[in-house]
């Protein structure tokens, strides 16, 4: 019997202990961590640099409210702005509430009320956000939603290129679809949605949630592209594991919020902040990052080599070390048996394996995680016809 409602399927697992790409579970099993409690332990789990400085934050002050000054905020928010497009920040607590600071702000600055997304995208599950989110399932049983969202299809320039309206305040999009199956822009549409602002005289909103912190080998995703988006939210890996989240905004619209626009008792509370300032220490940092493009690229090139000729394997793509193996079938029987080896990975959608290691993760980790993948999805192969 359980005290807990039951909105999560969860694993038959109780981890004991975690160190860098590892968990322990209550049995004594050890398993390799690519999910990385979804792209959140980016430096492993229980990093030194930011257990130490949350210990030494818990010895002076655990929490103020944002009507008193919070000098750690104005350093990670500095960190945030010189490594990003942006010039303000606002802290949350989540990645859906950064993705509502975007919403509400994006609305009080143009006046206007109507935000575009896209279909399989995900931003969240509060009720502006799963009404941004463009999937059925997520929505299903809570409407009505919130007004006014519209979807356009994932990667279409045309459909971008074709939007019209007066009413139309910002388009949302993710850099790389996460949720919906770790999918990543193409350039031209990417570019073509920051020119549809323009036009529209509508915000750009990049939902960096998963993609942000060093995830794909650049501080922020958007910057493989030559867009400059007008707001950037994040969360996930922003604070290694410590709740937080943030929304970063172009210096035009900081004068669109002032004091009453938008608040959250928690947002950027001391000790979450600790953990963003060493976060950010570690991962901002241009050797860093390379290390990450590196091993994403070696890493997807030896899952292409090893896995491309599997008749279950159909794509392998991704961005640094955000990596989906699309196959043609439900990934549940493979993840049950890589689980089973000793190998955590996530699902993206029904057909989608998706990788998501500690982005300190060795060379030795990744070519055991390869191999496992190979050996197992192989051994479904075997039994595997396609229809
Ligand atoms: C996880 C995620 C969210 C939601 O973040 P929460 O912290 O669970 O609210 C929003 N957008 C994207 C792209 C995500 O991956």
Redesign the pocket.
């Given at each position: 019997m359980s005290y807990l409602f039951p909105t999560y399927a969860r694993l038959d697992i109780e981890v004991e202990k975690a160190e860098g790409a590892y968990l322990y579970d209550t049995n004594g099993k050890k398993y390799l961590d690519f999910v990385s409690g979804?792209?959140v332990c980016n430096l492993g789990h229980c990093p030194k640099t930011v257990s130490q400085s949350i210990q030494k934050q818990l010895e002076k002050v655990w929490h103020v409210s944002n009507l008193f000054q919070i000098p750690l905020q104005e350093k990670v928010a500095k960190k945030l702005v010189e490594h990003s497009v942006g010039d303000a920040v606002f802290f949350a607590n989540?990645?859906?509430?950064a993705?509502e600071a975007a919403i509400k702000l994006a609305r009080k600055h143009t006046g206007k009320h109507k935000i575009i997304t896209f279909l399989q995208?995900?931003?969240?599950?509060?009720y502006a956000?799963l009404s941004a989110t463009g999937q059925k399932k997520v929505q299903e049983g809570f409407g009505p939603l919130a007004p006014t969202f519209e979807y356009l299809p994932y990667n279409d320039v045309e459909a971008v290129k074709s939007l019209k309206g007066n009413d139309i305040a910002a388009i949302m999009v993710?850099v790389v679809q996460?949720?919906g199956g770790v999918v990543p822009g193409d350039p031209t549409f990417l570019k073509a949605i920051e020119e549809k602002c323009k036009e529209l005289d509508a915000l750009f909103i990049v939902?960096?949630?998963?993609?942000g912190i060093g995830r794909t080998g650049k501080a922020f995703a958007y910057e493989h592209y030559k867009i400059s988006p007008d707001i950037i939210?994040l969360?996930?890996g922003l604070g290694s594991g410590f709740p937080v989240?943030a929304m970063i905004g172009k210096k035009h619209l900081i004068s669109s919020f002032s004091p009453g626009s938008h608040a959250s008792t928690f947002g950027g509370n001391p000790l979450a902040m600790a953990a963003a300032d060493a976060t950010l220490d570690e991962i901002f940092n241009e050797s860093f990052l390379t290390s990450v493009s590196e091993k994403g690229k070696w890493l997807k090139q030896q899952l292409i080599e090893q896995l491309q000729d599997e008749p279950l394997v159909k794509d392998i793509r991704g961005k640094g070390l955000m990596i989906g193996i699309e196959l043609n079938t439900d990934v549940q029987n493979v993840l049950t048996s890589l689980r089973e080896n000793g190998l955590l990975a996530l699902p993206a959608g029904p057909k989608v394996i998706r990788l998501l290691p500690p982005l300190t993760v060795t060379k030795q980790e990744m070519e055991k995680a390869v191999h496992l993948l190979a050996s197992n999805i192989h051994l479904h192969s075997l039994t595997f016809s396609p229809s």
């Open positions: 979804i792209a989540s990645g859906a509430e993705n995208s995900f931003h969240g599950r509060t956000t993710e996460g949720e939902d960096e949630v998963q993609t939210t969360a996930k989240g």
